[in-house]
């Protein structure tokens, strides 16, 4: 689902780039949804989808939009939220308990703890007062794998080089039924939290499988986070497994390493 977004972010160039990644893998049936600002009643069966992957933010769905999409995912429907769309919907209850974490739109202390990665585990702070959704420059950082035998990871490096992105920190949320698989340490002498902040991570939403990876900025003309091979792998395993619960999609022999990042263009470029 894509179509709006914020000042800040394309969703046009974001699409122009996810949905050719899930149609270069032959597991994938893809449909675009584009909507406008609004989604109203009876626009779209969710049904139909063994997963959805938001690309959208500033929208506004009707109620009976909100229980539908509830319940698709809760009876088992699978969710993929991308970068900014962990923006959206601050004041809809449920869709935080599904995303576990989200950044911005006035979300406050009452949106849940702070959530990151502390001397070998995760720490929830729920006393800290202070913003909900930070980033620092664009500088190269650190991907952490936490959980390398979940399906989405499994095979990946233990540690890679990520580039040309923004690494979203201080996100608040329920924090419910989630399980981290991949961490990045935003430096403060750029700008960051100084924290090991979450970066990709699951959550059990009734019977439904939520994916959550928070990389992936795509701005006007500017898709380069996009074009990072770890990213797509996460990306496009993620959302079979959000779809299946497994995951078929096999790795490629070039990787990224801990000493050098590794950038692609599209097969069908
Ligand atoms: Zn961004």
């Not at 959550?212 to 079979?240: F, I, M, P, W």
């Amino acid at each position: 689902m894509t179509g709006h977004t914020d000042k800040y972010h394309s969703c046009e160039d974001a699409s122009e780039y996810l949905v050719p990644l899930l149609n270069e893998r032959d597991v994938f049936n893809t449909e675009v949804y584009t909507m406008g600002m609004t989604l109203h009643g009876g626009s779209i069966d969710f049904g139909r989808y063994d997963v959805v992957v938001l690309n959208i933010n500033q929208v506004v769905w009707d109620e009976d939009v909100k229980s539908d999409f509830e319940k698709y995912v809760s009876s088992g429907g699978g969710l993929v939220v991308m970068h900014e769309a962990d923006n959206a919907f601050p004041e809809w209850g449920e869709f935080n308990r599904m995303i576990g974490l989200g950044g911005w739109g006035d979300r406050d202390k009452s949106a849940g703890p702070y959530y990151y990665w502390k001397d070998g585990g995760f720490l929830k702070d729920f006393e800290s007062s202070g913003p909900c959704g930070w980033h620092g420059q664009r500088v190269p950082f650190m991907i952490n794998v936490r959980q390398p035998m979940h399906p989405i990871m499994k095979g990946l490096p233990s540690a890679w080089l990520h580039v040309n992105d923004e690494l979203y920190g201080n996100l608040r949320g329920p924090v419910e039924n989630m399980e981290v698989l991949a961490t990045g340490f935003s430096d403060e002498r750029t700008g960051g939290t100084g924290k090991e902040e979450p970066v990709s991570f699951t959550v059990a939403y009734g019977n439904g499988r939520v994916f959550h990876c928070v990389l992936g900025h795509t701005s006007k003309g500017d898709n380069v986070a996009l074009k990072n091979v770890g990213y797509q792998l996460v990306y496009v395993r993620g959302v079979e497994w959000a779809a299946t619960g497994e995951v078929t999609i096999e790795l490629p022999e070039s990787l990224p390493s801990a000493e050098s990042a590794l950038q692609r263009e599209l097969l069908c470029d």
